[in-house]
């Protein structure tokens, strides 16, 4: 089952149908795709009691506009990117409701680059090779392999019955800080070994983002890293790799890139900071920190276990007073909540 | 028996790194994946393949590298298959023309007439040695020394799907529309990847392909028949 639920008013910058990938077709040379930020992804879908590889949207820069084709259960993670509905704003990290009509106007991100807009159910499209995510250089997933246009209509699987309070909150404790300035821990890559010298020159430096990056690789502008002119051999990518081309400029490669390749890569970027490195935007400031293998995986197990330990705080439609008191007692400091014309304000009193 | 060595590839990756000749290393590495589509290891990803390694994709919360690599490494190996025995695909080209902008290039680097560009191309059998760049992407080779052209400095924005092309000392097909640097002498009506079909991809690792030159006529007629779905 499957019905309409967003009119494509205005496209956004780059907005595609993403899911957490398609694992498993590398040998086939079909990158892995899915969210550049597969954590918010996996929140916003946590927030609709989705299933976690359910596929969104992913919203890049500057967002789309969109109007509501019917009463839908949606929510907002990742980057803000100043969203209003019918002119009210709207938080992101948080689950809502709208109805037939309303216009979900999403604007451009002043810190990050990316936010996920989840429906009930998720976003139907056709899966590819067992994933809905949009792979725009293979052309291939979701609408027909490119990214929304104006016009476009999205469907979503409609679920059994909907059972989405007026509205859900994610903990503060779980979210990740975005900021003009990032650290990114780094593990060895396949050429450390040969590449100590660049390895050393990358720790060293202070990057810059540069601005002909997208979903296939962050490129950094900074000193150029000593790289051999040899021919290194051909060989797969790891998701999250350093790779130094022969102009000693670094590319973080991301879920687009390619499956193979023959420029070294001396170091790879740890899986707990991938959804980090998914949210940077030309202009911002890189540092890397090496850590070992073993820490890398203590660390994506800590990270792990914080996510599938805290729950979305629920805001029953149980009447206002039991909302006002849940948000009391919640660590949220500021709320709006609207579902259809009504609306709903709450900041956390100044106790100092 | 064949030896692995293995390299840390980040905390959720392991690099298998073949030893011996080309050969050696490429039939070791096909009967290993061939061992791994049978029977994968737990929490295993992914294995992309290439030339002389292959990449294991890992669960690093489930697994671990060792783990991996005790598994890879104690596979016991279906017998290598002979190259004659290895399934055998023919390609249909339309050569030069508006289909192969780059042919007259080709031959200039060659200092040979555009119709022996053609001959050096189909008289020689290849190899599928991996698949990568794209999906279906196939790497082709070897291809005749006479033959070896750079790639072209600006890549174009746009190769159309089916194209036949060169770089360096490989040959290739595009699967896809894509931006490309590789020189085009010719295009196939062949779909090299369709992600309906398992596998998705036309050509695998391993297969021998024989490039056959046919006329407009053939080639439109072949196309059609693909689009009606007869082939």
New interface residues.
């Given amino acids: 089952m499957s019905r309409d639920a967003l009119l494509v008013r205005r496209a956004g910058l780059q907005t595609t149908v993403q899911d957490l990938g398609r694992?498993?077709?590398?040998?086939?040379?079909?990158?892995l795709s899915g969210a550049m930020d597969t954590e918010s992804l996996r929140l916003g879908n946590r927030l609709l009691d989705n299933p976690a590889h359910a596929a969104g949207l992913e919203m890049t820069l500057v967002g789309p506009e969109l109007e509501a084709l019917g009463s839908l259960d949606c929510a907002y993670t990742g980057a803000d990117m100043n969203l209003t509905v019918n002119g009210r704003r709207i938080q992101p990290q948080r689950a809502f409701a709208v109805r037939e009509g309303d216009v979900l106007r999403f604007g451009a991100v002043r810190i990050g680059a990316r936010a996920y807009l989840c429906l009930r159910g998720g976003v139907d499209v056709e899966p590819?090779?067992g994933s809905r995510s949009t792979?725009v250089?293979?052309?291939?997933g979701g609408f027909e392999g490119r990214p929304l246009l104006g016009g476009d209509i999205i469907r979503t699987i409609e679920p059994a019955s909907s059972t989405t309070p007026l509205v859900r909150v994610l903990p503060h404790s779980l979210l990740r800080r975005y900021g003009r300035e990032t650290t990114l821990r780094i593990?060895?890559?396949?050429q450390?070994?040969e590449m100590r010298e660049a390895l050393e020159h990358l720790l060293a430096a202070d990057w810059t983002v540069n601005g002909r990056s997208n979903r296939v690789g962050v490129r950094l502008d900074g000193p150029r890293l000593p790289v051999r002119a040899q021919a290194w051999?051909?060989?797969?990518?790891?998701?999250?790799?350093v790779q130094v081309p022969a102009d000693g400029a670094p590319i973080l490669l991301l879920p687009d890139r390619?499956?193979?390749?023959g420029y070294p890569?001396p170091a790879?970027?740890?899986?707990v900071d991938l959804p980090t490195a998914g949210q940077l935007r030309p202009g911002d400031r890189v540092a890397f920190r090496m850590v070992a293998?073993e820490d890398?995986?203590e660390l994506?197990?800590e990270r792990?276990s914080l996510l599938s330990s805290a729950r979305p705080e629920r805001r029953s439609a149980g009447g206002i007073e039991s909302t006002i008191s849940a948000l009391e007692t919640s660590n949220v400091t500021e709320l709006e909540v609207q579902r259809g014309s009504l609306a709903f304000k709450w900041t956390r009193p100044s106790t100092e | 028996m064949m030896r692995l060595r293995f390299v840390p590839a980040g905390e959720s990756a392991v690099m298998a790194l073949a030893e011996g000749d080309l050969e050696q290393r490429a039939a070791h590495l096909r009967g290993i994946l061939a061992a791994l589509d049978g029977a994968p290891p737990p929490h295993l990803v992914d294995a992309i393949p290439t030339d002389d390694t292959m990449l294991l994709l890992y669960d690093p919360l489930r697994t671990t590298a060792v783990e991996i690599e005790t598994y890879v490494s104690s596979l016991a190996l279906p017998a290598p298959v002979e190259d004659s025995e290895s399934r055998l695909k023919e390609i249909p080209v339309l050569y030069g023309g508006e289909m192969g902008v780059d042919l007259g290039r080709v031959a200039a680097f060659a200092g040979v007439s555009e119709s022996e560009v053609v001959e050096l191309h189909v008289q020689t059998e290849y190899i599928v040695r991996f698949l990568g760049f794209m999906p279906g992407f196939p790497y082709l080779g070897p291809l005749p020394d006479r033959l070896t052209t750079p790639r072209h400095e600006t890549p174009r924005t746009i190769v159309p799907a089916g194209s036949v092309a060169i770089a360096e000392d490989q040959t290739s097909i595009y699967p896809v529309a894509s931006p490309g640097g590789w020189n085009l002498i010719g295009r196939t009506p062949c779909r090299l990847f369709d992600p309906r079909e398992y596998p998705p991809s036309m050509l695998l690792p391993g297969d021998r392909v024989r490039f056959r030159p046919v006329d407009h006529a053939e080639y439109s007629r072949i196309h059609f028949e693909i689009l009606a779905g007869q082939r």
């Fill in positions: 694992p498993g077709y590398g040998r086939f040379g079909v990158p590819v090779l792979a250089t293979a052309h291939i593990v060895e890559g396949p450390a070994a051999r051909t060989e797969g990518v790891p998701l999250g790799a390619q499956t193979t390749g890569k790879v970027i740890a899986a293998i890398a995986v994506l197990r792990e």
